[in-house]
């Protein structure tokens, strides 16, 4: 798997480029503020980008966006129950004192099939808390047990999503964590929205929103 991550302020999201080694076909995912230096990777690297793909639509994660579109003209993907996010993107810009215009529409809406970039897959898994249309986007080779998870602002290195924004309630975030995200592999990477990496393993095992979860619900 060829993975590339790029961070700016002032959100400190990480962008992501993930591609295939043998033919060069790509996904970009989540890209925000940090659009440039990610395009600027896929051309170094000569890599052929077939999706934009939304974890979920809050403005640090959607920024670049139009930027994305206007280079690659791939089809944009996106959870339904996040559309009203994604409309509002000027409203969010406001909420922050950020100047941000509309963006292009979304071309399609995950459902249960699978997306295809050379050898690999991209099985959706609907993670709503952090907002309604929040997703898990779990990538590997088609028929291999080794995935990647790219979990949006779902679950951080030691911390969860913020649910205090339209949409976010605490309780389904933590059974998105729990009885989502937990089943697809204790060993699995997992890839934030903000941060540094961490495994599935690590979180269940210390998460401290998570043990205590656990343990309220005596699971």
């Known amino acids: 798997m060829i993975l ?3 961070t700016v302020e002032p959100f400190h999201k990480n962008g992501f480029v993930v591609g295939c080694e043998r ?3 790509a996904v970009l995912i989540d890209p925000g503020d940090e659009v440039d230096q990610l395009v600027e990777i896929i051309h170094e690297r000569k890599l052929e980008i077939r999706h934009i793909l939304l974890t979920h639509a809050h403005i640090d ?3 670049g966006v139009q930027t994305a579109k206007d280079k690659f003209n791939v089809p944009i993907y996106l959870h339904r129950d996040d559309l009203f996010l994604y409309e509002s993107v000027v409203q969010q810009g406001a909420m922050f004192g950020i100047h941000a215009e509309a963006l292009p529409p979304i071309d399609r809406f995950y459902d249960s099939s699978l997306i295809h970039f050379g050898d690999y897959e991209v099985c959706i898994h609907h993670t ?3 907002c309604p249309g929040g997703v898990c ?5 088609k028929g291999s047990a080794d995935k990647h998870l790219f979990v949006g602002d779902t679950l951080f290195a030691g911390s969860i999503g913020r649910t205090d924004l339209p949409g976010g309630d605490y309780e389904i975030l933590l059974r998105s964590i729990t009885t989502v995200i937990f089943t697809l592999g204790n060993k699995a990477p997992v890839h934030p929205g903000h ?3 961490t495994t599935i393993e690590r979180e269940r095992a210390t998460n401290p929103f998570v043990t205590e979860y656990l343990a309220s619900h005596d699971l």
């Open 61 to 63: 994660h959607i920024t």
């Open 23 to 25: 033919t060069h076909e």
């Open 195 to 197: 941060g540094p990496d």
């Open 4 to 6: 590339e991550v790029r």
């Open 128 to 130: 709503p808390g952090h």
């Open 137 to 141: 986007l779990q990538i590997g080779k």
